[in-house]
């Protein structure tokens, strides 16, 4: 593990759970200390929550560092883009006056819209509809078009709708050939660089929950394929989780709530999808499961998101005279003393709590979110 204190480490953020962990929170809580901010898989199935001043913005494709001024932002060739949409999303933060560079991969392949039309109607896994597995099977098949083919391909070709063309042309200004050789040249010159994971380590399309995955390498492997650099440039690996899970769309849970407390759990902390507002199911935390995340990204530090919503769920059950915890490495449910944030601080409690999973995963713990908004944030390493 690296502990520079002089030096700053390039990094990435990875969900070690089912997507939807709160890695948002967790860039946009760091990015300000990065240059580069570099998205490698997936596409608008993301949903990407960050919370400042009480104003909530949900990014799909772009990086959610774009808040912080003059950032350079990367969509890198292992994404798959929804032209439409990301123009949309562009425009929409150069509007509200978000200063950004932002850097799209000419091998990023497309999503279509007949993608969209396909998508989930021959699956049964509940997928969020936007083309992604459809867009990933054509790149797969040597059938995909990628950005710079469609840029180089006369106007209204390729059965092209105007509104596809009218966003790829707005788009090309920010297109080069090899997002890795962007990168390359920054780094050289002592930029420092962050990848942002989408989904996470369960809807990994190897090492996931097969067939109820995305169709991506949001695991570590990805961020080399997916932007075009080499292991070594990536000092600090870091997971982020939630003290309990959730999942949207098809598969188990692992350790699913009784009907009241999934209830409970999913109003404090809001857990609805981002990008399709469905209900997201929860499970208690799986120690083992997220061991295996541990293993399979070689992670060097942990993010725990939401404990401000566990410990009010500790203190609610409590109230109903029943105690709340996690599934040990061993399988064991362990119950654990309802705690609670002091003016949205941790204290004793909960940095007991934080201890003992620290204990149990095996893997130091640097990040602490403390609530939605930016502010609420500890490091602890
Ligand atoms: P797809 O990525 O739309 O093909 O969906 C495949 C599976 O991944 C479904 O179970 C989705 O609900 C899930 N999924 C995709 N993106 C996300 C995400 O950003 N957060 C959580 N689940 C996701
Ligand atoms: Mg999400």
């Given at each position: 593990m690296t502990h520079d204190y002089y030096k700053l480490p390039n990094a990435c953020i990875i969900g070690a759970?089912?997507?939807?962990?709160g890695k948002a929170k967790i860039v946009d809580a760091i990015a300000s200390k990065y240059d580069i901010i570099a998205r490698y898989q997936g596409g608008s199935n993301a949903g990407h929550t960050v919370v400042v001043n009480d104003t909530k913005y949900i990014f799909h494709q772009i990086p959610s560092a774009a808040l912080h001024p003059g950032k350079t932002v990367v969509i890198g060739n292992g994404c798959v883009v929804d032209a439409i949409a990301l123009a949309k999303e562009v425009r929409q933060l150069q509007g509200l006056g978000f200063d950004f560079k932002l850097v799209l991969s000419g091998k990023a392949h497309l999503v279509r819209p007949y993608h969209k039309e396909i998508d989930g109607k021959d699956t049964k896994i509940g997928t969020t509809k936007q083309g992604i597995g459809p867009a990933y099977a054509d790149k797969v098949n040597r059938k995909g078009v990628r950005v710079k083919d469609y840029l180089a391909l006369?106007?209204?070709?390729?059965?092209?709708t105007p509104e596809e063309n009218e966003a790829l042309h707005f788009l090309e200004q920010f297109v080069v050939e090899d997002v890795g050789e962007v990168i390359a040249q920054l780094t050289n010159s002592g930029k420092k660089l962050l990848a942002e994971g989408a989904q996470g380590t369960m809807l990994d399309?190897?090492?996931?929950?097969y067939p109820f995955?995305?169709?991506?390498?949001?695991?570590?492997?990805g961020v080399f394929t997916g932007l075009g650099i080499g292991p070594k440039q990536i000092d600090d690996i870091i997971g982020v989780f939630k003290p309990y899970v959730t999942r949207v769309g098809e598969g188990e849970v692992p350790y699913p709530m009784g009907t009241e407390e999934d209830a409970l759990l999913r109003e404090l902390g809001g857990e609805?999808?981002?990008?399709?507002g469905r209900p997201r199911r929860c499970s208690y935390l799986d120690i083992k499961a997220l061991r295996y995340a541990c293993r399979v990204n070689g992670f060097t530090g942990l993010a725990l998101t939401k404990i401000d919503v566990f410990a009010e769920f500790t203190q609610r059950m409590a109230k109903d005279g029943q105690l709340v915890g996690y599934v040990d490495k061993n399988g064991y449910k362990t119950l654990i003393k309802p705690f609670s944030l002091k003016d949205g601080h941790l204290g004793e409690d909960a940095y007991r709590f934080i201890w003992q999973l620290q204990r149990e995963i095996g893997v130091p713990i640097k990040y602490v979110s403390t609530?939605?908004?930016?502010?609420a944030f500890a490091q602890l390493l």
């Open positions: 759970q089912y997507g939807d962990e006369p106007f209204g070709a390729d059965n092209t399309i190897d090492h996931g929950d995955v995305t169709s991506s390498s949001p695991t570590i492997g609805y999808g981002a990008t399709t609530g939605a908004d930016r502010s």
